[in-house]
């Protein structure tokens, strides 16, 4: 426990330095330390003295927390079981988190354990910038870079014994997926005294990072490259993937860094990149297996040393069950859709994460929960297990709980026995669930089932058997059960607006579906789409033109694919030539800030003049990247500049928010000069 005095003396220097703007040395490092502890106070309104543990996630959050990094968290095992190895017996803790800062996993000595717990060290606990100030991890997420905060770096007074040594992982979409970290409760006041481990934590977050990116580009061909052959196998500088036809499918951040924008356009082929073709590398590397070769970058000419890995996985073959025929167009039709995954878009690499796992429990009896916004393709993605499994013969049956008043669910859902109630029918009906029986029953937006109903739900998934309304021998059935919904279910529990154990029920196989403006293949999905409403149409060669393709991609989507499909439906529909042009689409996808409406002040900032948003931004922006600020300046303006809510709105986290903001220098009026 601190004295009163400590605590008092260091949150009066944090407040007095924000609010002078105290150099706090010359270097970069401390003027990031300012930077970050005036967003703690100004923006995130961190009490410095605020004197508790950190905030700690319960058990089912944390568990939703790690299910959406599973494939993630096995990567990274081997590299936090290394770092663990080198600094734990040194009295350290190492920590990841994910991207909302929340730990995920967790790592330190038995006989520290305790005294690490009483400090907050833990599974669950929360190390964002928003609610614990400057700290390591939060710091890392918001600034995107390796941070090392030294006892009384730390924001808040809680925090000034420790030492934190923190690096940030990047995932495909150039976006922190994770955090690494060590820290020691009680360090040497000497900061150089930290380097070491400040140098190791980075060194293995960047093999994670590595790792990952390779686990990613796993369907292609991937070219491991560095610039010491002899090296090659234990440090790798690039990895780039690419496709049967050359065509670069992605690389690790390094290479997108340093290779990918050398020219301010990212290289479309292997030619554009290398002095030779695709055809040439595999060739070579087929000529000597297994040994380095050398690559010469175009332009520069300077030599890499590589080698070449054959794709783990063949794109797409694996979507369907074994010796299931591809249906073939004849007589002038479109052909069949593909069974299972085959019809849909999946290349994002989290929903490629789910697909994975989906296809492992599809014919195993566990109940499957899907959350995500609207439009996200909840029941697509149902369809397509059900499609895919031994029960694809079986009906698939859905029933929409938010759609039809609650008096009806029941006896849709349930069936009734002839003359159960009056107006029914004289003979009774089969409800949904017998309807299903050796199928699936696919159940949107659960949330809103009535509460009794929840029971009767339980019973029957519990039991295995039916009670129709008025009838009195319960029906055997044979259901898999797939619910889905948008709202918060842990929230509705806590509220006691759902059974907990009807939740602990349905929950046993979690899938999170992207929203589309996150999804990594929003490209993919844009032409699917395209191609499918085209056709529908019976339009041939429709195609978008770049600057609306532009416009697609960076466009916040509220209803998702469904939005994307009815915008892509109409403007098929109305363009007259082979053209779609940004006036065949609704107007809010190219929306710029109206002229004329000014911010108005954010009580978080400290009050001066108010200043118009440039709308021509100070620095120059890729056509990307214009729309992206154009589009975050509106938001921000038409939520009075909360940070929180417009990020919510165009779905980011906060931290990227603010990376974004830094990145594209969008300032906040009252943070202006005059
Ligand atoms: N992966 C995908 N690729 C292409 N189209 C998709 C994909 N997923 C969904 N869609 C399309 O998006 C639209 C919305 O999908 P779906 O009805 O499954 O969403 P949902 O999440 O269940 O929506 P809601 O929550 O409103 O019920 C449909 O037209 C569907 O065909």
Known sequence: MQSTQIVTRHADRVIE??????????????????????????????????VNSPRVVGYPALREHRERLEAFMRISREGIDRLQAQIVPANYCVLLTDADGITIDYRTVPALEREFREQGFRPGTCWSEEWEGTCGVGTSLIDGQPTLVHRDEHFRTHNIAFTCSSAPIFGPDDQPVAVLDASALHAPMQRESQLLVFRMVIERAQQIENAF?????RPYWVLQCGRLAEFLSVQTDYLIGFDESGRITGGNRRAKLELFSRDGRPPLFVHDLFECTAHDILATAHGRPGQAFPLRLLGSGERLFANLHAPALRRHTWLRPQAEPVPAAHDGRPAAPLRGFGHLAIEDVRLRDNVERALKVANRNIPVMLLGETGTGKEAFARAIHDFSERRDKPFVALNCAAIPESLIESELFGYRDGAFTGARSKGARGKIQQADGGTLFLDEIGDMPLQLQCRLLRVLAEGEVLPLGAETPIPVQLHIVCATHQNLQERVREGRFREDLYYRLNAAVFMLPPLRERTDIGQVIDRVLGEESAAMGRQGQALDSAVRCALEHYAWPGNIRQLRHAMRYACAIADGSALRAEHFPPEIFAETAPGHEPQAVEVYPAVPVAPVSAVPPIALSDAEAILRAQMIATLRRNQWQVKRSAQELGMSRATFYRKLDKLQIVPPNRRDG
């Open 213 to 217: 990116a390779y686990y990613n580009l």
């Open 17 to 50: 330095v924000v609010e002078r703007r105290t150099q706090l040395g010359p270097d970069a490092n401390a003027q990031r330390l300012l930077r970050s502890w005036q967003r703690s106070l100004n923006t995130h309104q961190v009490d410095p003295a605020r």
